[in-house]
Antibody
């Protein structure tokens, strides 16, 4: 069973860069696509973006100027960087495996496997 | 705000049926997937596509769609179904997006 783990820094200072890495175990990163999703305290889920094994990315337009995702297939890992963080970036950050299928009547996306999440607090 | 609209809260009596809806124009072109999230836990996929359940998800969960609305139905709600439920799909520009979430209370 594929598992995802995304240990985090816990605390990041305002204006600095948040960096997270998700490790894929018991499976290959060279399939599906891989996403970061966050959840601010008491709020809903917010899609940050995705990356596939070849490095193709798509980001939430509201975060695009500050977000970069990368993939390291040799380590079965993918990463997230968010620059110039503020208190509004305080959230639980999840990594997730995406499933995509456009062979049917409609296009389907789903996240079938999630990491346990890591809380990142932006504070001085 | 989200391109996918959900009712903030819904309640259901134990053992009864409840439908949670998700509205958005993009749902005419894209399927919704549904996630259950309990406090302090990561979301869990419960329904994807037309009406598909991942392994391990109880068969009281089902999905449907009509026009611009996708629905998650729980037939015979149990106490352990009390949770937040999120729909997920793409917006009109093809970007991935979540609905605002529905808090389900089982009475």
């Amino acid at each position: 069973q594929v598992q995802l783990q995304e240990p985090g820094p816990g605390l990041v200072k305002p204006s600095e860069t948040l960096s997270l890495t998700c490790t894929v175990s018991a499976g290959s990163i060279s399939s599906s696509y891989w996403s970061w999703i966050r959840q601010r305290p008491g709020k809903g889920l917010e899609w940050i973006g995705y990356i596939n094994y070849s490095g193709t990315t798509k980001y939430n337009s509201s975060l695009q100027s500050r977000v970069t995702m990368s993939v390291d297939t040799s380590k079965n890992q993918f990463s997230l960087r968010v620059t110039s963080v503020t208190a509004a970036d305080t959230a639980v950050y999840y990594c997730a495996r995406g499933y995509y299928d456009n062979s049917g009547e409609k296009t389907l996306d789903a996240y079938d496997i999630w990491g346990q999440g890591t809380m990142v607090t932006v504070s001085s | 705000s989200s391109d996918l609209t959900q009712d903030p809260a819904v309640s259901v009596a134990l053992g009864q049926t409840v439908r949670i809806t998700c509205q958005g124009d993009s749902l005419r072109s894209y399927y919704a997937s549904w996630y259950q999230q309990k406090p302090g836990q990561a979301p869990v996929l419960v329904i994807y596509g037309e009406n598909n359940r991942p392994s391990g998800i109880a068969d009281r969960f089902s999905g449907s769609s009509s026009g611009n609305t996708a629905s998650l139905t729980i037939t015979g709600a149990q106490a352990e179904d009390e949770a937040d439920y999120y729909c997920h799909s793409r917006d009109s520009s093809g970007n991935l997006v979540f609905g605002g979430g529905t808090k389900l209370t089982v009475l």
